[in-house]
Nanobody
Framework: QVQLVEAGGGSVEVGASLRLSCAAS????????LGWFRQGPGNEREGVAT???????RYADSVKGRFTISKDNGKTTLYLQMDSLKPEDTAMYYC???????????????????WGQGTQVTVSS
């Protein structure tokens, strides 16, 4: 089983940037997709960004143009670069892997079968 550990969260002001990282216990398998999700107070967990095995990406409309998902060359770390942060970006952010999924990058939570514990991001105005 792949274990995922997020880091890089924190408290920042509006307009700031943060880079989240997700360290995997082994090289990410070539199958499946990887993603970042978030869950704000009182909200359901929602997909933010996803990256496929051939580096195709997909983003939620709310973060397009501000967030960038990427993987390192060694393929053991997943990143989420977050720029121009807004108060509505405040949430717990989770890294996830959908290793049994064979389609294009997806933000569908139900397809993901491995999850990290999350890292908190708080954006204040």
């Amino acid at each position: 089983q792949v274990q995922l550990v997020e880091a890089g969260g924190g408290s920042v002001e509006v307009g700031a940037s943060l880079r989240l990282s997700c360290a995997a216990s082994e090289v990410f398998p070539t199958r499946g997709v990887l993603g970042w999700f978030r869950q704000g107070p009182g909200n359901e967990r929602e997909g933010v960004a996803t990256i496929g095995r051939v580096y195709g990406t997909r983003y939620a409309d709310s973060v397009k143009g501000r967030f960038t998902i990427s993987k390192d060359n060694g393929k053991t770390t997943l990143y989420l670069q977050m720029d121009s942060l807004k108060p509505e970006d405040t949430a717990m952010y989770y890294c996830a892997a959908a290793l049994d999924y064979e389609g294009p990058p997806t933000l569908a939570r139900g397809e993901y079968n491995y999850w990290g514990q999350g890292t908190q991001v708080t954006v204040s105005s």
